[in-house]
Structure formats: C-alpha cells, structure tokens
C-alpha cells in the first residue's frame, strides 16, 4: 500500500517532520519553515473556553422510540404515534468541576438531550436530579461561584459552598438529595434523568398542560459511598467515561424509559406546591407517571472535541407543541444557553454537525459570520419578506398562551398553599431507612465540619432541623462530634 503524504494544512506535501529547519547544522531556526510555525500556532488554539458549568462529560447517540400515545397531550410530530423513532445525541456531564476533574465526585450530573426531529432539533436540558438549589436565576452566577474554585485560593472551600446554602434555604431540598445515596452515581448509566423543570405541552387542539421529564434507568440505579469514590477515582479519574465508552463498543446500550407527570394547565393555580419552583416536586400520588417511550445510547462519537466539546444544548430550542412554562429558572436559562455558545463556540455553532438540524433543515435568513463554512443559501435572498419565494412564517404559535396578571417588578415566587423551603426536604428525609439517613448525616457533617464559621454551620443546622427535628439533632451531633 502506498504511503499517504503528510501535508500542510493548504496541502503541500511536507518534507521533514522531526527536524526544523536552521541555519545551517546546529544554528537558529528559520522563519521560512512554514510547517513548524504552523504546527506550533495550531496547537496553541487548540483549546476553546470550557463550559462555565459541566466543563467535564461525555456524550453519545442514539434513538428515542415512542411506546405509549401521548398525543392527547401534545402535537409534537416525535411523539405523533407509537413505534415512532427520532434520532438523538445525548451529553451527559459533572457540574461545578473543570474540564480535567474526576468523574465519581458527589455533584448533580447533567443529563442534556438533543432529539433530530423533523420540525428541528429539541433541546431538553436536564440533571439526574429532580429538584434543583435554587428557583431564581438572579442567584445562578452567585451559587456558581461558591461551588466552583474560589479566585483566590484557586480550589473549592467548604466556607463558600455552606455560607450559600446557609442564604439559601431553598436549597435545603435539594442539599439533602445531593447528600443522600444517589449523590455519586455508579456511572452515567446507572442514574435517571429528570427535565426538572415544569415545561408546557399543547395538543392538537390548544390545550395546555403542564408536564415534568423523568428518563428512568433500565440498568437500575448505582451509587458510590464516599469512601468508593474517592478509591475510583484515585484510580481512574475518567470512571463514568470510561463505563459508558466501554459499554456502546460491547453492544451494551444503555437505555432509559421516558415517563411524564401531566397537570391539566387549569389546575396550576390552585395546587399545593407552586408547579413552576424548580426546589419542588410533584408527588406521584398527586401527578402519576405515564410512560411515554424509550431512550437507547447506541454509538459512540467519533472525535470527542468535534461532537461532545462542541455540542451546543439550549432549553430554548422547543419544537410546536412543547413551549416553557413561567418557571423563573427556565425562563433564566432560556437566554444563558444560545448566549453562552456565541461566546464559546461562535454565532454559527449551529451549523457544526452535532447541532445542525438532521431530520429537517435550517431555513432563514441569518447569514456570514464567524466560521460561516457553507453557502448559507446560495442566491436565496437574505431578506424578509420578499418576492421570490424565500421561506415564510407559519402563523402557528409553537405552544398555547398563558394568561399573565398583576404588575412588573422584582417579586419573589407566589406562595401555594403546601410552599415552604423545608417540608418537601422533611418528606425526603422522612422516606429513608435509618441506614441511609446515617449515610446522609454522614456526608453532611464532612463537609460541614470544615466550615470554619460558627455562624453558618448553625444557619445550615437550623435549615435541617426545619425540615425535620431529628434530621437537624442528627446533623448537629455528628458535626459536633467531629469538630470536637
Ligand atoms: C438559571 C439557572 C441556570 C443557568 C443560568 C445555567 C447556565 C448554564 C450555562 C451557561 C451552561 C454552559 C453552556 C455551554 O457553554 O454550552 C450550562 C450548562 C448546563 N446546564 Fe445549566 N444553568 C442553569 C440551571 C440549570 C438547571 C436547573 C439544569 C438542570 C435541570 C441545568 C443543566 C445544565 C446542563 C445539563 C448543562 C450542560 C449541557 C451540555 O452538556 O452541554 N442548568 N448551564
């Protein structure tokens, strides 16, 4: 077979590629050694700006198959008829930690979905978890900040990551969930995924609903102790990517089965829990499950920088039929996503393959740019309206009105009925076993136990305590104990 030749990147054919060239034997390099200079320059922009949050995952595609009729519910084409099947791409990640950290630390992993479907792509951008810290997103940079490095001791500090929550008692909820045995997932295989969010559904006739994502894992749920953790991951810090690597080249295809809570939209007002604060969920005993289809991971991507660094997954990308709800997180994250990907990838991100539009195609006029690598439109005209038969608007809204009272301004989230910071945290707490709350306790009281302020382990103390006595007589004993 013969050799293929090495290049450069406009293609000449490249004459030596261990030695630079020099002054003669032994002198200075010179500058008119095209291949060296290149080769230096290019390795210098090898790397873009990571994501601010979930620096660190791993993705792969897929299939999502319908198996059982959602369409009293919502016109989305996707999910129009059972056995109907749309291809996806599916990222799953760590959150606070930068792109080289460990895989099995105690942090939400993301759980972020990207259905091909023929009326665009849908974007459902979820964790592992189905709560969350906090239910404004004023609060996002600062919660991220204390979770993240500190700027000046360069590393994570037990003092910022409480003295957040011990301002936030609506995190409460979801720090006994973090804490708790799902924590540290086995691997991204063995864990669920949650929307979290409340998000709206309209049918074919306009009808509104209000509906919540849970992916159910087929493998069973996995988790890590503490102490297995971190003997993992001073093994192998890549743990979660080398699991789900390993498993889709085996034929192993790990799987999920998609359920949906639905809430009638007229029922949103009056019900116990506001429907739209991230920190809470709806009992099923409220909202049952129903069983709408069938996630499947069956490849691995090709380049790990191409597809799963370049991914671009935005809440905001809906498909009609599917709409946000007034969560004021969403609404948030409905502007952070696209804006974040014109910083770290550039305007025409969506034109890279693992974000372009498989099942449809993009029609509109934006155009140029960055990195704008296709015709964009040949001769179509860049402009709208216009006569010569460029694409047009549908009429048709992607998703039902909803109806908005009252007046502008910076309000806290109204208060249903059953709404508190801590009672659905009591509930949590209270459904453990007592090996499990031990477990939680103990995890708590590590890392409260480092703050170095009385004041606020005491603020955390008593956010444990309301939400159950003896989760907070616990939580101060055993802090207690080993700060003594
Ligand atoms: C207001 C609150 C939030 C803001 C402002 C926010 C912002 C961001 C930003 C800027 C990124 C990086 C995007 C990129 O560079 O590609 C990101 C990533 C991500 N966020 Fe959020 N986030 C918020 C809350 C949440 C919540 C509640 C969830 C889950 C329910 C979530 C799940 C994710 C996931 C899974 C990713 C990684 C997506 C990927 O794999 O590329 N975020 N977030």
């Keep these: 077979m013969s050799k293929r030749v090495l290049t450069t990147e406009s293609g000449a054919p490249v004459a030596d590629n261990q030695n630079s060239a020099t002054a003669g034997v032994g002198g200075p390099i010179l500058l008119q050694d095209q291949h060296l200079l290149e080769k230096l320059a290019r390795f210098n922009r090898e790397r873009i700006p990571e994501r601010v949050v979930h620096a660190r995952g791993s993705g792969a595609y897929g299939h999502f198959e319908v198996t059982d009729d959602v369409s009293a519910y919502t016109s989305a084409n996707f999910l129009s008829e059972v056995g109907k099947k749309t291809e996806l791409f599916l990222r799953f990640s760590t959150v606070a930690d930068s792109l080289g950290g460990a895989d099995a630390v105690r942090d939400p992993r993301g759980f972020a979905v990207k259905f091909y479907t023929e009326e665009g792509n849908y974007d459902l951008v979820g964790n592992n978890t189905p709560v969350f810290f906090i239910k404004d997103p004023i609060k996002f940079p600062d919660f991220i900040h204390s979770q993240k490095r500190d700027p000046f001791t360069g590393k994570q500090e037990a003092d910022n990551v409480w003295d957040f929550w011990a301002h936030s008692p609506e995190a409460t909820h979801q720090v006994t969930w973090l804490m708790g045995d799902r924590g540290i997932p086995a691997s991204y295989r063995h864990m669920n995924g949650y929307g979290s969010h409340t998000y709206q559904w309209t049918n074919a006739q306009g009808e509104a609903f209000f509906v919540k994502y849970h992916f159910k894992t087929n493998q069973g749920i996995r988790s890590l102790s503490a102490d297995q953790a971190a003997e993992i991951v001073g ?47 709806w009992p099923h005993s409220d909202y049952p499950l129903q069983r709408v289809g069938r996630l499947v991971l069956d490849r691995n991507p090709d380049n790990v920088f191409a597809e799963v660094e370049q991914a671009a997954f935005s809440p905001n990308n809906f498909v009609p039929g599917i709409g946000p709800s007034p969560d004021k997180m969403l609404q948030g994250r409905l502007f952070a996503y696209a804006d974040a990907h014109r910083y770290r990838l550039g305007v025409n991100h969506t034109l890279l393959p693992v974000n372009a539009p498989k099942a449809t195609v993009a029609n509109n006029y934006g155009r140029d740019g960055f990195m704008a690598a296709n015709a964009q439109g040949r001769d179509a005209k860049n402009y709208e309206p216009n006569s010569f038969g460029g694409p047009v608007e549908t009429g048709l809204p992607l998703s039902a009105p909803l109806a908005i009272h009252g007046y502008t301004g910076t309000h806290e989230a109204p208060a249903h009925t059953k709404d508190d910071d801590f009672f659905q945290a009591g509930e949590l707490y209270r459904l453990m076993s007592e090996e499990e709350k031990q477990r939680l306790v103990a995890n708590i009281a590590g890392g409260l136990s480092q703050v170095s302020r009385d004041d606020i382990i005491e603020k955390n103390i008593a956010h444990f305590a309301a939400a159950d006595a003896d989760y907070g007589k616990r939580v101060e004993e055993a802090v207690r104990a080993l700060r003594d």
Excluded: C
Excluded at 240 to 265: F, K, N
């Design 235 to 281: 093994k192998d810090g890549n743990s979660h990517q080398t699991d789900l690597l390993q498993s889709i080249e085996r034929g192993v295809y790990p799987s999920w089965t998609l359920y949906v809570q639905v809430m009638p939209a007229a029922e949103a007002a009056d019900y116990r829990f506001n429907p739209f604060d991230l920190t809470k969920v």
